[in-house]
Nanobody, 121 residues
């Protein structure tokens, strides 16, 4: 089993910044691509940013230039630095990881429990 635990959410004013962290623990062989999703009330979950084990990144168009995803492979942790936050960024943010296991099933997806980000004055 792999557990993902997010932290760093909260209430911030428009234009402010937050840094989300997601730490993986448990038994696995490797963490492959990792990413962040978000879900606002009444909307579908959407992919915000992703990063491969080699550091290749991809972003949702609306967050490009404002959000930065990074990872520390030694700590099994992925981060999301969010700058110039807007009210429309308000959502529950979820961490996701593609996991390679030592036992069957060899490839699974893990999800965190979510952390609330609220951007409001």
């Amino acid at each position: 089993q792999v557990q993902l635990v997010e932290s760093g959410g909260g209430l911030v004013q428009p234009g402010g910044s937050l840094r989300l962290s997601c730490a993986a623990s448990g038994s696995f062989f490797s963490l492959d691509a990792m990413g962040w999703y978000r879900q606002a009330p009444g909307k579908e979950r959407e992919a915000v940013a992703a990063i491969t084990s080699g550091g290749v990144t991809n972003y949702l168009d609306s967050v490009k230039g404002r959000f930065t995803i990074s990872r520390d492979n030694a700590k099994n942790t992925v981060y999301l630095q969010m700058n110039v936050l807007k009210p429309e960024d308000t959502a529950v943010y979820y961490c996701n990881a593609d996991v390679t296991r030592r036992v069957y099933p060899f490839h699974t997806k893990a999800w965190g429990q979510g952390t609330q980000v609220t951007v409001s004055s």
